[in-house]
């Protein structure tokens, strides 16, 4: 458990300011942008669903998440990890619709903090 929170706090806190850095700041980053720049930071990509849904849209996100996580279970180990959330604080209650389909609305843009 403690590489999975080391690895959170590191997406959290670290990969933002190097994505913004090399493709400009953006509410979210394509899945390309998000693996070439952790494995140039030489980030753990065991936990990299972490990042998709903190930093990319919601499409990709649901494509590359384990099926036996939820962005309700993933917000709440981020919180835990952080102190800070993803779902409303950090994005607005729009974000975070809580409905049936995984936290998510048709509306949302993906992640970003």
Do not use: W
């Not at 670290?14 to 720049?37: E, H, N």
């Not at 779902?87 to 209650?93: E, K, R, T």
């Amino acid at each position: 458990m403690f590489g999975k929170n080391s690895t959170i706090r590191k997406y959290k806190y670290k990969l933002r300011p190097a994505l913004a850095k090399r493709y400009g700041g953006s509410a979210t980053y394509t899945k390309g942008q998000v693996d070439k720049t952790i494995d140039e930071m030489g980030f753990d990509k065991r936990h990299i669903h972490y990042a998709y849904l903190m930093y990319c849209d919601v499409a990709t996100f649901k494509a590359n998440t384990p099926v036996n996580e939820s962005s309700e279970s993933m917000n709440n180990t981020i919180t835990s990890v952080t102190g800070v959330g993803l779902f409303g604080a950090l994005f607005g209650s729009s974000h975070y619709g809580g409905g049936g389909d995984g936290g998510f609305s048709s509306s949302d843009s993906g992640g970003g903090d």
